[in-house]
């Protein structure tokens, strides 16, 4: 009787098991939608880009042949992606949210004392990630070796928006959404802010830089993308007639730039000559 008993056990623990992966396998390949899509970032352990969604609270995967499917879900108003070794770093509203990179399963939640609202995030050369806070006017650095966080504070900054790592001469750049938003150049060594370029351009959103070391970045205001090339010495229109074009990404595999249209829920892919 106790041997039936102990087969009925493990048959019922082998089913419930065997739901559960259904349940997982068939949460990533039910197709979704984009839903105010804001920033992407590519996941080598399944093959596919992820793209926040701040409208639905999803992280979605686009497979290759043009098909979304949920990666993540339930988070407030997931913005900044980046992958840092096994785990995808999302920033969601006031909080960093740590996802498995090959099942989305929620590893950490890390509140950031006093943020308002982070928007983007990238990482250094020490994997210390740099996290821009639109609404607080400054930039928390969150170590998660230490998981210790500081929050650097200037008058340049405001509204800072993207932020991407110049590794070379080890600063990130910074642009910001409002009205002639300078590029702003954040020293990591010593923490100090400064302007690298002005512009004349309004509420700036993304910024990435290629290959080549040639800057991107992407406006609302002009509805434009514009390109600054290697030699820094003018600002040129790369793409035009964008709106609302948001947290741009750029993806040396295919030497492309992707660029999310926030409110025409569209991800259009420019190829860099």
Known sequence: M???????????????????????????????????PESIAWNDSTGTFMVSNVGSGKI?????????????????APRGLKVVDELLYVTDDTSIVALDL?????KANIPIKGAKMLNDIEKDHL???????TKGNCVHVFDPGTNLTIKLSSPLL??????????????????????????LALDVN???FSVFKN????????????????????????????????EQNRTLIWQSDLQSPADIYYHKPT??????????NQILRFKVD
């Not at 056990?9 to 979704?32: E, G, N």
């Not at 979605?60 to 407030?76: D, M």
């Not at 090959?102 to 929620?106: A, D, H, L, N």
């Open 199 to 230: 512009t004349l351009y309004n509420d700036l959103d993304g910024i990435a830089i290629d290959d080549l070391g040639r800057i991107y970045y992407s406006s609302w205001g002009e509805k434009c993308l514009f390109m600054i090339p290697q």
């Open 60 to 76: 979605l995967s686009l497979e290759e042949e043009g098909r979304y499917t949920v990666f993540a879900k339930g988070l407030k």
């Open 190 to 192: 010593t923490q100090s």
């Open 255 to 264: 030497n492309e730039i992707l660029v999310p249209l926030m409110e025409k």
């Open 102 to 106: 090959k099942t989305g399963e929620q």
């Open 127 to 133: 994997g210390k990630l740099y996290i821009t806070d």
């Open 2 to 36: 106790a041997i039936g008993k102990r087969k009925i056990i493990l048959i019922l623990i082998i089913a419930v098991l065997a739901l559960a992966a259904a349940f997982i396998l068939l949460r990533h390949l039910l197709p979704a939608s984009l839903d105010k």
């Open 158 to 183: 405001k509204a800072p928006n993207g932020i991407v790592y110049d590794g070379p001469r080890r600063q990130m750049f910074i642009v910001g959404l409002t009205e002639e938003s300078p590029i």
